[in-house]
């Protein structure tokens, strides 16, 4: 008996010590070959080259908008793969924005090995591109962060603020932490992702003013209905496109309406037991 508890101690211990080993191989899934030219990828994109403070040379892609005083978008991927990969960089490009794609040090064929340290010298390196070399005002500039990007561009955010902060799938610790500091919040509510009615819970516990987006074709439960919400007709891209900036419009109005009143994003229990918040610290 005593050897066979032994003998698994042993093993744990084996899996641990492995584990601490490896993680930076459990965290980063790089694609170490080089990536092809931007325009040989998205039509009008040109290579550039990002210059980080511990003095690295990274490669990345500049997707310049025709259109003057556009949108910059700088996207900071996930852990794995590179920016050749990145399909929703196209997506954002031929909806007239800016777009900024950089590779992490150690992905793509950059030097280096990528660490939480090195990813955030990597990302106010992109950003130095974007304000300094492209001479894009801090306040145009949208960071986009997927999965472990999220977390970049999180700490990015909290030492530049940007115009504007996209996280795609981001881990839940960053999802509560942005909530708690946003002055309001908007809710993509469309095809009904579990996850985003999730975060409306925690959106309405926080009482923060709330613009929710949906399809025309969506039916939203009962208590949820009931708040702003901006409906937008998605039935095909021939009725979408001609509206978008009426669409874009729409929301920027709900949006200063929400901050300027002050409504706060009621839920059954705030309606039906208003004394909840207050009693909750206490329990």
């Not at 074709?217 to 978008?244: C, E, H, K, N």
Request: charged share 20%.
């Amino acid at each position: 008996m005593v050897r066979a508890v032994a003998i698994v101690a042993a093993a744990v211990a084996l899996l641990l010590t492995l584990v601490w080993v490896f993680q930076r191989r459990l965290i980063y899934l790089p694609s170490t070959t080089p990536v092809p030219s931007a325009g040989t990828v998205i039509p009008g994109a040109r290579d550039v080259e990002l210059h980080t403070s511990d003095g690295l040379t990274l490669g990345a892609w500049f997707v310049p908008s025709e259109e003057p005083g556009a949108v910059a978008v700088l996207v900071a991927s996930g852990n794995a793969g590179d920016r050749s990969v990145r399909a929703r960089a196209r997506a954002l490009a031929a909806r007239g924005m800016s777009v900024l794609l950089f590779d992490y040090r150690g992905y793509g064929g950059n030097p280096g090995s990528p660490s939480e340290s090195g990813l955030a010298t990597d990302v106010r390196a992109a950003r130095e591109l974007l304000v300094r070399g492209e001479g894009v005002p801090a306040d145009r500039i949208v960071y986009y962060g997927e999965s472990l990007g999220a977390a970049v561009v999180t700490e990015l955010a909290s030492e530049h603020p940007p115009g504007g902060l996209v996280l795609r799938s981001p881990f839940t610790d960053l999802v509560l932490d942005h909530l708690t500091r946003a002055q309001m919040v908007i809710a993509d509510l469309s095809f009904g992702n579990p996850n985003v009615y999730y975060e409306l819970a925690l959106r309405q516990a926080l009482k923060k003013p709330l613009v929710q987006i949906t399809r025309a074709s969506d039916r939203l439960p009962f208590d949820v209905g009931q708040f702003r919400t901006v409906v937008i007709d998605m039935t095909d891209i021939y009725t979408l496109v001609p509206a978008l900036d009426l669409h874009r419009q729409e929301i920027t109005r709900q949006c200063r309406a929400a901050l300027e009143d002050g409504e706060v994003a009621e839920s059954p229990i705030s309606c039906f037991y208003p004394s909840f918040w207050e009693y909750l610290p206490k329990l």
